[in-house]
């Protein structure tokens, strides 16, 4: 095909292959801002964390120096540092860090709906007594009824005689226990 001046070519063909070089995606200052917002609030989530919980999150070196760093200082210095996180996080793909702190936090709340929910088992077999430990025999058939029933009698003598709850902590421990052999 000849190649013909562009002053003889069509100007629709000429704004056509203009749109095509020009396909830029504008962002705007504003979002930037926000995601830099947002890596910044990540920075401060790990920077929270314990050495446990940061060694399952994947970080290279850098990171996890400059984390170690912001969690010895305190105040300005911290600040400026989480500053630093932030930015180092802006050159690196957030979403792996982001999914170990999210399944981080998943685990915790996991735990906590456990406590939860053997206190309100202590609390049914204190208030019901023979009733709540046949339900939970069912639930944990590898439970021993007779330490059950002792330690659900003893505990509500000791609520009885207004004692400190001794025995409905170790009432708390042996469901614990229960829970993690199941």
Same mark, same amino acid.
């Given at each position: ?5 562009? &002053?003889?070519?069509? *100007?629709?063909?000429? !704004? !056509? @292959?203009?749109? &095509?070089?020009? &396909?830029?995606?504008?962002v705007s200052?504003?979002? #930037? ?9 990540? +920075? ?5 964390? +314990?050495?446990?919980?940061? &060694?399952?999150?994947?970080?290279d070196?850098?990171?996890?120096? =400059?984390?170690?760093l ?7 210095g911290? $600040?400026? @540092?989480?500053?630093? #996180? +932030?930015?180092?996080? $802006? =050159? $690196?793909?957030?979403? *792996? ?14 735990? #906590? ?15 019901? +007594?023979?009733?709540?430990? =046949? ?5 944990? *058939? ?6 059950? $029933? =002792? ?13 400190p *709850? ?17």
């Amino acid at each position: 095909m000849n190649k013909q001046p562009e &002053e003889w070519q069509d *100007p629709q063909s000429l !704004q !056509q @292959q203009d749109d &095509e070089q020009d &396909e830029i995606i504008w962002v705007s200052k504003s979002e #930037i801002k926000r995601d830099a917002e947002t890596l910044k609030q990540l +920075g401060v989530e790990l920077v929270s964390l +314990g050495k446990n919980a940061l &060694e399952k999150i994947p970080l290279d070196d850098d990171l996890r120096c =400059a984390i170690a760093l912001a969690q010895r200082i305190k105040r300005e210095g911290q $600040r400026r @540092q989480i500053q630093l #996180i +932030g930015k180092m996080l $802006r =050159a $690196r793909d957030p979403e *792996p860090i982001q999914q170990a702190l999210d399944k981080l936090k998943n685990r915790h709340n996991q735990q #906590i709906t456990l406590f939860h929910k053997l206190e309100i088992l202590r609390d049914k077999l204190l208030a019901q +007594g023979d009733d709540a430990i =046949a339900q939970v025999l069912e639930h944990y *058939p590898q439970a021993d009824r007779q330490q059950l $029933r =002792a330690l659900v009698r003893n505990a509500q003598k000791e609520k009885a005689a207004k004692k400190p *709850p001794k025995t409905a902590r170790q009432l708390y421990q042996y469901l614990h226990t229960l829970s993690e052999a199941d």
